[in-house]
């Protein structure tokens, strides 16, 4: 740890600083640095090691892939806003990249993360390398092209607008088990809401909700709790599951699938009712699993 980073260059660009971490021996001239998600250290580790690098002599650079947001779409576009729902537990906010703006007079999109941090990370690297080769915006530190692979761009905004309800929906569930807070719910309803959008527009949210209603009246469900399951097939066709004493509303949809896919008949079962019961039985009796 440094003390005062990313803030302190001086002591950052030293012998106590980076040159305090050790230095990753390699032997190919590109090196790919990946960890499992945002503040886990990939910059940290890039920079100190271009630090060791020009200490010895060798040019080396820095760049990273960077989906996105996607820089040459529009700021609210429905890909870039489905970006901004993945990360709503961050409050990360999509927003246009000033820097790139000035050094070039183009729009560009980043996220505010990168735009603030990028005059910190500029000043690093104009003192541990070649200044010719320092980026003048973070848009220009990332590798992105795709933008440049939509050829059909209503395709990618409906797809775009299924996925900003299918986070709000996770989000609401994360809730509802104590792993998400209620601020996230709300940057990803808020998001929705700027498009028009409503779970509703997710076909398969009203038909569950129908088989949820559907398996009450028939008597179905458990100890009292009735839910419902659905998803759409390649063809249109919604399949719906409910849950019984035996399943969940999932695993009954799952089966429920497998059926029409296979053109199985509904009154014919997949598992025999005998192993299910022993499956049952051997969850709440021999492992005291009542649930």
Not at 15 to 35: H, M
Request: glycine share 6%; proline share 5%; charged share 20%.
């Amino acid at each position: 740890l440094i003390r005062g980073y990313p803030t302190n260059i001086d002591l950052i660009i030293s012998e106590e600083g980076y040159g305090s971490n050790p230095y990753i021996e390699t032997s190919k001239p590109i090196i790919i640095v990946t960890a499992p998600g945002p503040g886990s250290g990939k910059l940290a580790t890039c920079l100190s090691q271009i630090y060791h690098e020009h200490i010895k002599g060798i040019d080396a650079g820095y760049a990273k892939f960077e989906t996105f947001p996607i820089w040459n779409l529009p700021l609210k576009h429905p890909v870039n806003m489905a970006y901004e729902s993945a990360t709503a537990d961050l409050g990360d906010f999509n927003q246009v990249d000033p820097f790139h703006l000035e050094a070039y007079n183009i729009t560009a999109v980043n996220y505010n993360r990168d735009v603030e941090i990028f005059p910190v990370v500029k000043k690093i690297m104009q003192r541990i390398m070649d200044s010719r080769l320092v980026y003048k915006s973070p848009t220009d530190m990332g590798v992105n092209k795709a933008g440049f692979a939509i050829i059909n761009d209503d395709l990618v905004q409906q797809a775009a607008k299924q996925e900003l309800i299918r986070r709000y929906l996770r989000y609401s569930c994360e809730y509802a088990m104590g792993g998400s807070d209620k601020k996230t719910i709300q940057r990803a309803e808020l998001l929705m809401k700027e498009l028009n959008l409503t779970v509703l527009d997710r076909k398969v949210v009203n038909e569950a909700r129908q088989a949820s209603i559907a398996a009450k009246k028939k008597g179905k469900g458990n100890e009292g709790v009735f839910s419902g399951a659905a998803l759409q097939l390649a063809n249109g066709k919604i399949i719906t599951g409910s849950n019984s004493p035996l399943m969940h509303a999932a695993s009954s949809l799952i089966l429920n699938t497998i059926k029409e896919l296979a053109g199985i008949p509904k009154n014919i079962h997949l598992l025999s009712p005998n192993i299910l019961e022993s499956i049952s039985y051997l969850k709440s009796e021999i492992f005291n699993n009542k649930r």
